[in-house]
T-cell receptor, first 115, second 120 residues
Framework: AQSVTQPDIHITVSEGASLELRCNYS??????LFWYVQSPGQGLQLLLK??????LVQGIKGFEAEFKRSQSSFNLRKPSVHWSDAAEYFC?????????????FGTGTQLKVEL | GAVVSQHPSWVICKSGTSVKIECRSL??????MFWYRQFPKQSLMLMAT?????????EQGVEKDKFLINHASLTLSTLTVTSAHPEDSSFYIC????????????????FGPGTRLTVL
């Protein structure tokens, strides 16, 4: 069974500081990995995704993530956080095709940005 | 990019009434739509998967008679919460997957903005 672990429930960083949100996954095949961001009362916005190719993927809003197969990780990073980045971040894993297309989400990491 | 809308964005209803939530794919044909439920400060829980023209597949523990899903067209799926009770209050999010121009979007889900249901 596939699973996603986001070990950090809450993270607080100062504006301008760097950020890394951790994501570890368990998946039986080649995973299709996603990071989503959710602002309060809103739906999910895709930040970036990875299936193959360069293991460092660039996303929107200055975010990037690195896929490390040996560590089963897909950590999200941003070099300089802005106050508007405060939100809930979800990592998800699913099949590229087939498998009912189901995505499994992590429990989320709440990011707080201190001014 | 692909856009998914939900209507209404929020609804308040009395206990015992039924509520219908619509999910539409605005610029693509959604062969599959997913319905999620999200409790405060928690992750998304998949409720059911619906393919156009066929019955929805419900996740274990989700009452199919309670949460009626209809996917009558390639751009519209509806979730009806029947005889709603306060414990059904939640944030309901739909997502849609379809055939887009880019091959690597085949399995990507596009999420709606969510519907906040409050049952009094």
């Amino acid at each position: 069974a596939q699973s996603v672990t986001q070990p950090d429930i809450h993270i607080t960083v100062s504006e301008g500081a760097s950020l890394e949100l951790r994501c570890n996954y368990s998946y039986g095949a080649t995973p299709y990995l996603f990071w989503y961001v959710q602002s309060p009362g809103q739906g999910l916005q895709l930040l970036l995704k990875y299936f193959s190719g360069d293991t460092l993927v660039q996303g929107i809003k200055g975010f990037e993530a690195e896929f490390k197969r040996s560590q089963s990780s897909f950590n999200l990073r941003k070099p300089s956080v802005h106050w508007s980045d405060a939100a809930e971040y979800f990592c998800a894993v699913g099949p590229f095709t087939g498998g009912g297309n189901k995505l499994t989400f992590g429990t989320g990491t709440q990011l707080k940005v201190e001014l | 990019g692909a856009v998914v809308s939900q209507h209404p964005s929020w609804v308040i209803c009395k206990s015992g009434t039924s509520v219908k939530i619509e999910c539409r794919s605005l610029d693509f044909q959604a062969t599959t739509m997913f319905w999620y439920r999200q409790f405060p400060k928690q992750s998304l829980m998949l409720m059911a998967t619906s393919n156009e023209g066929s019955k929805a597949t419900y996740e274990q523990g989700v009452e199919k008679d309670k949460f009626l899903i209809n996917h009558a067209s390639l751009t519209l799926s509806t979730l009806t919460v029947t005889s709603a009770h306060p414990e059904d209050s939640s944030f309901y999010i739909c997502s849609a997957r379809g055939y887009l121009l880019a091959d690597d979007s085949y399995n990507e889900q596009f999420f709606g903005p969510g519907t906040r249901l409050t049952v009094l």
